[in-house]
C-alpha cells in the first residue's frame, strides 16, 4: 500500500488548503484525516486529482504515514490540538513527528514539546503566516523543533513556502516554542502596521478630507515606493470597496469596533514578561480594546475637543507628512518587535537568526513588504545590531522623516484626530535617543517612599537618602527591593 511522506490532521479552510498545497509539490504524497469525515469526504470529491490518501480513523491515518511518520496539526488552538497531540503520541513511535501548525502560544509549545519529546517522538511547533490564502499558495513558515525533526520536515515545508529573492520562506527558527513565539511576534507587529496604516487613514480623511476612495489611490501610490506591503495593497481595495446595499464605501458602514483573536496580545504580554518595550503593538492592540468599549463610547456625553482645525495650505506637502510619519512609525514598530525577538532567544536559549527571521516575513505572511528585504540588509550589515533604527539605512531614513512625523503627530492631537500609535511610537524615539530621562526623578520618588534605593551617575554603589530624617544621603548594601 502506498504510504505518505506528510499527513494533515483538520480539514477546516486553513487545514485542506494546506493539504492541497503540499500535494500540488512534487515528492509529496499526502495523507489527511478529519474527526468528522464529511470534511475528508468533500476534500477527496472536490480534489480527485490531489492524490489524497484519506483515513477515517486515526488509526487509519497513523497507518497511512511513512516512517518517520509526519503529521501537521491545523485544528483550533487550545484542547483541540491537545486532544490530537494526545491521540497521535499514543500511536506514534521514536523519530516520528507532530507538528502543531495552528497559533499555539508558545508557553504551551514548550510544555508540549517536553511531554511528547519524553516519549522519543518530536514536536514541532510551526506558525503558519498568510491566511486561507496562503495555506493553498505559499505560506511564510516558522517552524521550531528539534534539529533532527527539521531534516525530515524542512525539505517538505520548504516545498510549499512562500519564496521572495529566490529563496523559500521557511527556516527552522529554533528549538521548543521558538517558532510559536516568532509567529506571536510576527502577529503582534501585524497588529501595529494595521493601527499604523488606520491612522494614516484617518488622518488623511479626517483632517485632510479624502474620501476612502481618494485614500485608497493614495495608498496605491505609497504601495510603489517604500511602503510597499501587502497590508498597504489590501487596504487600498478595502477603501475602494462600495457597499452593494447602501451605495456607500464599505468602511463607513462596518461597525468601528475591532476583534481580536488574542495574538496581539500575547505579544505585549510576553514583552511586559521580557521588559522590553513593544509601545507600538501594546497601542495596537489597547486601540482595539477602546474600539469595542460599546457601552463606555456610548455613554461618552460630548466630551470637550478644543481641537482646532489643522491648517493644510499644501496638500502634497500633508501627503507627503503622513507618508513619512507612517514609514517612521513602522520602523519602530518593527524594531520593538525585534528588540522582542532578542529578548525572548536569551530568555528561553534560543539561537534565533534574525536576518533569517526577516527574510521569511519577505513573502507568504500577512506582514510581507519590500521593508523586510531592508530589514535583511541590514542585520546582514550587522547581525548584532542594538536597535534596527541604528543600521544607516534605516538612520537615514528616520532622519528624512522626523520633521514630518512630528508635524503630523503635534497636528493631529492639536485637531483631536486619535493616533495613539504614532504618537507612542515617535516619544518612544524620543526616550531612546535622549541622554537623560526623567527615571531618574522615579528613583528618587522610590526612594522616598519605599526605600528602594537609587545608583548615582558619579560613585559606585546603591543609595538611600534619609528622607524623614536629615535627608543625608548614606551608602548601602545592594538592596533587596
Ligand atoms: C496570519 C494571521 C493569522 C491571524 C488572523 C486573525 O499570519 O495568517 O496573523 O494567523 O491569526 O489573521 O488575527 P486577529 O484576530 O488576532 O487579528
Known amino acids: 500500500m502506498t504510504q505518505a511522506n506528510i499527513g494533515v490532521v483538520g480539514l477546516a479552510v486553513m487545514g485542506s488548503n494546506l493539504a492541497r498545497n503540499l500535494a500540488s509539490r512534487e515528492g509529496n504524497t499526502v495523507a489527511i484525516y478529519n474527526r468528522s469525515v464529511e470534511r475528508t469526504n468533500l476534500l477527496m470529491s472536490e480534489h480527485p486529482e490531489a492524490g489524497f490518501i484519506a483515513s477515517e480513523t486515526i488509526d487509519e491515518f497513523v497507518a497511512s504515514l511513512a516512517k518517520p511518520r509526519t503529521a501537521i496539526i491545523m485544528v483550533q488552538a487550545g484542547k483541540g490540538t491537545d486532544a490530537v497531540i494526545s491521540q497521535l503520541a499514543e500511536r506514534f513511535e521514536p523519530g516520528d513527528i507532530i507538528v502543531d501548525g495552528g497559533n499555539a502560544l508558545f508557553t504551551d509549545t514548550i510544555r508540549r514539546e517536553k511531554d511528547v519529546s519524553a516519549k522519543g517522538i518530536n514536536f514541532v511547533g510551526a506558525g503558519i503566516s498568510g491566511g486561507e490564502e496562503g495555506a493553498l499558495k505559499g505560506p511564510s513558515i516558522m517552524p521550531g523543533g528539534s534539529a533532527e525533526a527539521y531534516k525530515t520536515l524542512g525539505p517538505i515545508l520548504a516545498s510549499i513556502a512562500a519564496v521572495a529573492e529566490g529563496e523559500p520562506c521557511v527556516t527552522h527558527i529554533g528549538t521548543d516554542g521558538a517558532g510559536h513565539f516568532i509567529k506571536m511576534i510576527h502577529n503582534g507587529i501585524e497588529y501595529a502596521d494595521m493601527q499604523l496604516i488606520a ?36 487596504t487600498a481595495e478595502v477603501l475602494k470597496q462600495v457597499d452593494a446595499k447602501t451605495g456607500k464605501p464599505l468602511v463607513d458602514v462596518i461597525l468601528d469596533q475591532a476583534g481580536s483573536k488574542g495574538t496581539g496580545v500575547w505579544t505585549v504580554q510576553t514583552a511586559l514578561n521580557l521588559g522590553t518595550p513593544v509601545s507600538g503593538i501594546a497601542e495596537a492592540v489597547f486601540a482595539r480594546s477602546l474600539s469595542s468599549q460599546a457601552s463606555q463610547r456610548a455613554a461618552v456625553d460630548g466630551l470637550p475637543a478644543d481641537a482646532t482645525k489643522w491648517n493644510i495650505t499644501d496638500r502634497s506637502a500633508f501627503v507627503e507628512d503622513v507618508r513619512r510619519a507612517l514609514y517612521a512609525s513602522k520602523l519602530v514598530a518593527y524594531s520593538q518587535g525585534f528588540d522582542a525577538i532578542r529578548a525572548g532567544a536569551k530568555e528561553y536559549n534560543w539561537n534565533i537568526d534574525l536576518g533569517a527571521v526577516s527574510k521569511i516575513w519577505r513573502g507568504g505572511c500577512i506582514i510581507r513588504a519590500q521593508f523586510l528585504n531592508r530589514i535583511a540588509d541590514a542585520y546582514k550589515t550587522n547581525a548584532n545590531l542594538e536597535s534596527l533604527i541604528f543600521d544607516p539605512y534605516f538612520k537615514q531614513a528616520v532622519a528624512n522623516s522626523v520633521a514630518s512625523w512630528r508635524t503630523v ?46 545608583k548615582r551617575i558619579d560613585l559606585e554603589g546603591t543609595f538611600h537618602t534619609l528622607w524623614s530624617g536629615d535627608r543625608t544621603e548614606v551608602e548601602q548594601a545592594p538592596s533587596t527591593h
Open 199 to 234: 491612522e494614516a487613514y484617518d488622518i488623511l480623511r479626517q483632517a485632510g478630507g479624502y474620501s476612502p476612495a481618494e485614500v485608497a489611490a493614495i495608498f496605491e501610490e505609497w504601495n510603489k515606493g517604500d511602503l510597499e506591503s501587502f497590508l498597504i495593497e489590501i
Open 409 to 454: 503627530v503635534a497636528n493631529a492631537s492639536l485637531s483631536g484626530v486619535p493616533v495613539p500609535a504614532f504618537a507612542s511610537s515617535l516619544s518612544y524615539y524620543d526616550g531612546l535617543r535622549s541622554p537623560r530621562l526623567p527615571a531618574a526623578l522615579v528613583q528618587g520618588q522610590r526612594d522616598f517612599f519605599g526605600a528602594h534605593t537609587y
